[in-house]
C-alpha cells in the first residue's frame, strides 16, 4: 500500500514538474525554403513557426550565409527588422512565419532583397526573434539553395 502511494505521489509531482512547451525564450524553427535554385528576380520565400511563452516577440535578425562547397565565405546580418515589417503576428505564444525576399531585383518596395552574387553559390538564411525583454530565441538556419548568378 506503501509503495503504491509513494508511486502515485512521484508521478504527480514528475507531471506537474514537466516543462510546457513554451519557455521564456523564444523558439524559432525553419521549415522550409523555396525555391531550391534561385534567378535573379525571384522570390524566395522561407516559412517556419515560432513559440513564445509572454507573447512579446519584437523584432527579427535575419543572416545571410554564402558557401563555397560546405564552408561558409560569408557571414552577414542583414538587420533587425520589426515584426511588424516582415508580417509576423504579434502578441501571440505561438505562429507561423513566411518572410520573402527578392532575390537581385527590387521591384516590390514591400519587400526584403537578397543581393545577387558574382559567380554561382549556395546560400542559407538564418533567423533569431527577440522579445521585448530582449531575450533571444535559438539561432536557426534553412537548408542551402543555389543562387545563379544574375
Known amino acids: 500500500m506503501k509503495r503504491s502511494l509513494l508511486f502515485i505521489l512521484i508521478t504527480v509531482l514528475v507531471v506537474a514538474c514537466s516543462k510546457d512547451k513554451f519557455t521564456s525564450e523564444p523558439k524559432v524553427e525553419i521549415r522550409s525554403i523555396q525555391p531550391a535554385t534561385v534567378l535573379s528576380g525571384n522570390v524566395i520565400r522561407l516559412l517556419g513557426s515560432y513559440t513564445d511563452e509572454e507573447g512579446d516577440i519584437d523584432s527579427v535578425y535575419i543572416v545571410y550565409k554564402w558557401f563555397n562547397g560546405n564552408t561558409a565565405t560569408l557571414i552577414d546580418t542583414l538587420m533587425r527588422f520589426p515584426t511588424g515589417r516582415l508580417g509576423i503576428p ?56 543555389r543562387l545563379k548568378k544574375p
Open 90 to 145: 504579434a502578441q501571440l505564444r505561438q505562429s507561423d512565419i513566411a518572410i520573402e525576399f527578392e532575390y537581385n531585383t527590387y521591384n516590390q518596395t514591400n519587400m526584403l532583397t537578397l543581393p545577387g552574387v558574382t559567380r554561382d553559390t549556395s546560400a542559407a538564411l538564418g533567423l533569431i526573434l527577440i522579445d521585448k525583454t530582449r531575450k533571444r530565441s535559438n539561432y536557426v538556419e534553412s537548408n542551402k539553395i
